[in-house]
């Protein structure tokens, strides 16, 4: 009785995850118990460790072990730019392309009135403010702004940087979308300039394959 009661919690716990559904979640457990025994002992030793060792970055918010993450303590990134995410998958993303040198601000999150998520939800203040004071020390954790040497190194140097664009990269949501037009409001009492990720015609389509609005927004932002 008690290997069953720890079976049924196993597949409570796996149904948890997006996207997956009684059967799923019991496809899964019955994997790992059957055929994985090594894999189900690791999987748990992962998801126990990274509970327990990850949280937030102190400045951006991402996930990280260290009280500021490895991104806003590199020193070569461009400290006058700062784009704002929604997750830190979408902030993987952004790095993945290769084009993005500057800083971020993850709001774990999005605004969505219907389901009760506010600005105070996602973090909207916490942004401002760091727009505010990009380099202020928080926890004595010191972070290199432009100075040489090691980021949190005892010789380290704290300095003042003006952030000079915020590039709102929200996703093409409704709730994204709102997301990112109360963020331009907010910002506009601020000497800053907003911007926002481009939409248009994918690189490889041919247009009478894609949609009309696409089409539309791709015409309205051509350069």
Same mark, same amino acid.
């Given at each position: 009785?008690?290997?069953?009661?720890?079976?049924?919690? /196993?597949?409570?716990?796996?149904?948890?995850?997006?996207?997956?559904? &009684?059967?799923?979640?019991?496809?899964?457990?019955?994997?790992?118990?059957?055929?994985?025994?090594?894999? +189900?002992?690791?999987?748990?030793?992962? !998801?126990?460790?990274? +509970?327990?060792?990850?949280?937030?970055?102190? /400045?951006?918010?991402?996930? *990280?072990?260290?009280?500021?993450? #490895?991104?806003? @303590?590199?020193?070569?990134? =461009?400290?006058?730019?700062?784009?704002?995410?929604?997750? #830190?998958?979408?902030?993987? +993303?952004?790095?993945? *392309?290769?084009?993005?040198?500057?800083?971020?601000?993850?709001?774990?999150?999005?605004?969505? #009135?219907? =389901?009760?998520?506010?600005?105070?939800?996602?973090? !909207?203040?916490? !942004?401002?403010? @760091?727009? $505010?004071?990009?380099?202020?020390? !928080?926890?004595?954790?010191?972070? /290199?702004?432009?100075?040489?040497?090691?980021?949190?190194?005892?010789?380290?140097?704290?300095?003042?940087?003006?952030?000079?664009? &915020?590039?709102?990269?929200?996703?093409?949501?409704?709730?994204?979308?709102?997301?990112?037009? &109360?963020?331009?409001?907010?910002?506009?009492?601020?000497?800053?300039?907003? *911007? @926002?990720?481009?939409?248009?015609?994918?690189?490889?389509?041919?247009?009478?394959?894609? $949609?009309?609005?696409?089409?539309?927004?791709?015409?309205?932002?051509?350069?």
């Amino acid at each position: 009785m008690a290997d069953i009661h720890s079976l049924e919690l /196993l597949v409570q716990a796996l149904r948890r995850l997006p996207g997956v559904g &009684v059967k799923s979640a019991q496809r899964m457990a019955f994997h790992m118990l059957q055929h994985d025994r090594e894999g +189900a002992v690791q999987l748990a030793q992962a !998801l126990q460790h990274a +509970a327990s060792h990850v949280k937030h970055c102190a /400045l951006c918010h991402t996930f *990280t072990e260290d009280d500021v993450c #490895p991104t806003c @303590r590199d020193v070569r990134r =461009d400290r006058s730019l700062l784009c704002v995410v929604e997750s #830190p998958a979408d902030q993987a +993303a952004m790095e993945r *392309t290769g084009a993005y040198k500057g800083l971020y601000f993850v709001l774990m999150g999005k605004l969505s #009135p219907l =389901d009760g998520v506010g600005p105070r939800d996602i973090g !909207l203040q916490k !942004l401002f403010d @760091r727009i $505010d004071a990009l380099a202020q020390p !928080l926890n004595g954790v010191a972070v /290199l702004d432009g100075a040489e040497g090691e980021a949190g190194s005892p010789g380290s140097v704290m300095r003042a940087c003006d952030v000079r664009e &915020v590039i709102l990269a929200t996703n093409f949501t409704a709730e994204g979308e709102t997301t990112a037009h &109360v963020i331009a409001q907010a910002l506009k009492g601020r000497d800053v300039q907003v *911007t @926002r990720l481009a939409r248009g015609v994918p690189v490889g389509s041919e247009l009478e394959y894609v $949609d009309l609005g696409t089409i539309a927004h791709a015409l309205v932002d051509r350069r």
